[in-house]
């Protein structure tokens, strides 16, 4: 995909920045946050070159037809209501008004459609892709938490439009072209093991189609009384990372829907931003050597009986081993998400990348080792901070520091 996201980098984007956040100030508050790129942003010329001053990216909505599956009723509708002429009319005067800007770098063509929009999706993403030769088309898919057909193929009240949500992420891959696959997921209000099985799913369906995993997380609060926490956002990140996402976006960044969000009504920082700029930090700490690998498949090590296993479609082991790195657990058996990856280059160089997965409502946070063996391989750690100490234990077995919720990626050579 030649377009103008850097996609050989980890990038990290924000839902909404309302006019009374587009101020000189603001966006540069919004780089100096870690922020690559703002979803749901409109065609504001004096906005988005500042966001190019900034090296900031638009997915700009507005420009081509707008669509939402929302509740479902309107499953399978999309063809009708939006007919090709509609995309080709939105090019057209997108080009004869001279509307490119570098900071667009893609457009928005909807969010959450139904499993029987998705054979229509596929002509309308192959279009937009080849009619906006700048841009990418940005579609956004349901979490599984969205409801499933009851009855058969032809019910339409109903949201993803399949008897289940492997079907959704299948037929999606079926029929519409494009690189990667992007959804939401708000963990703090919905549960733990959705997310993990969530997780699963799309991941693998990544890997198995040479596709990009893109993932919305939960940076506001669906409770006006709550406040997503340093730890709650590190843990959405560094399970996400453990299955390999390659783009991760905070919602919401200004008013879009919920509470609590980075900017307030009047484009006051929050408590958030200081959060999720810490934690934006740690990720592009880890980004660059995360980059040079990929992912091959996710272990949850020290589950075994745990509840947030209990509608996740994989076994817990009690200790992993890939061939080059051997017994690798907590050494308090805590829980660990681990992601088994390897180099792009195929130099031969593999990786964990591991998420202390004990404590994700932060109720009890506590430091711990993450051992293992690595027999006569040359070992390094990376975490959010830097590089990490590897204490060799003795007998072959090394140990990496650990706190609950933090991510570490763990090299060999």
Same mark, same amino acid.
């Given at each position: 995909m030649n377009k103008r996201m850097n996609r050989n980098r980890l990038n990290i984007g924000v839902y909404h920045l309302k006019p009374y956040a587009r101020t000189e100030a603001h966006i540069k508050d919004l780089a100096d946050c870690g922020i690559d790129f +703002? +979803?749901?942003? $409109?065609?504001? &010329? *004096? #906005?988005?070159d500042l966001f190019h001053k900034y090296g900031v990216g638009a997915i700009v909505s507005g420009i081509? *037809? !707008? %669509? %939402? =599956? =929302?509740f479902g009723d309107n499953a399978g509708k999309l063809a009708e209501t939006n007919p090709m002429e509609k995309y080709e009319a939105a090019a057209k005067a997108f080009t004869a008004s001279h509307a490119d800007h570098p900071a667009i770098w893609g457009i928005d063509v909807g969010d959450e459609p139904s499993a029987l929009d998705f054979p229509y999706y596929g002509q309308v993403m192959d279009y937009v892709g &080849? #009619?906006?030769p700048n841009q990418f088309p940005y579609l956004n898919l349901y979490p599984n938490y969205a409801s499933v057909s009851q009855n058969n193929a032809q019910e339409t009240v109903n949201q993803l439009g399949t008897a289940t949500y492997d079907e959704h992420i299948q037929k999606y891959c079926e029929n519409v072209p494009v690189d990667y696959i992007c959804y939401d997921f708000y963990l703090y209000s919905i549960n733990v093991t959705k997310h993990y099985e969530n997780l699963r799913v799309v991941a693998d369906a990544c890997r198995n189609t040479g596709r990009s995993m893109w993932i919305v997380l939960q940076v506001n609060s669906n409770k006006p009384a709550e406040w997503m926490s340093e730890n709650n956002l590190r843990f959405q990140a560094y399970t996400s990372m453990a299955f390999g996402a390659e783009n991760i976006t905070w919602a919401c960044y200004t008013a @879009? %829907? %919920?509470h609590n969000q980075v900017l307030d009504g009047e484009g006051n920082k929050t408590q958030q931003y200081d959060k999720l700029r810490k934690v934006n930090a740690e990720i592009r700490t880890l980004a660059d050597e995360y980059m040079k690998y990929r992912r091959v498949s996710t272990h949850f090590v020290g589950f075994d009986g745990h509840p947030h296993m209990a509608a996740v479609q994989q076994e817990a082991i009690p200790s992993l081993s890939t061939g080059v790195f051997f017994d690798v657990k907590a050494d308090n058996n805590a829980p660990l998400v681990v992601g088994e990856m390897v180099n792009r280059n195929t130099d031969g160089s593999v990786a964990l990348m591991v998420c202390a997965a004990d404590d994700p409502h932060e109720t009890d946070p506590k430091e711990y080792q993450i051992t293992f063996r690595a027999p006569d391989r040359c070992v390094r750690a990376l975490g =959010?901070? @830097?590089y990490k100490t590897v204490t060799d234990? =003795? $007998?072959g077995v090394y140990a990496v #520091? +650990? !706190?609950s919720n933090e991510g570490v990626l763990i090299m060999a050579r």
């Open positions: +703002v +979803v749901c942003m $409109d065609n504001d &010329r *004096p #906005a988005l081509a *037809p !707008k %669509w %939402w =599956g =929302g &080849r #009619a906006f @879009g %829907w %919920w =959010g901070n @830097g234990l =003795g $007998d #520091a +650990v !706190k």
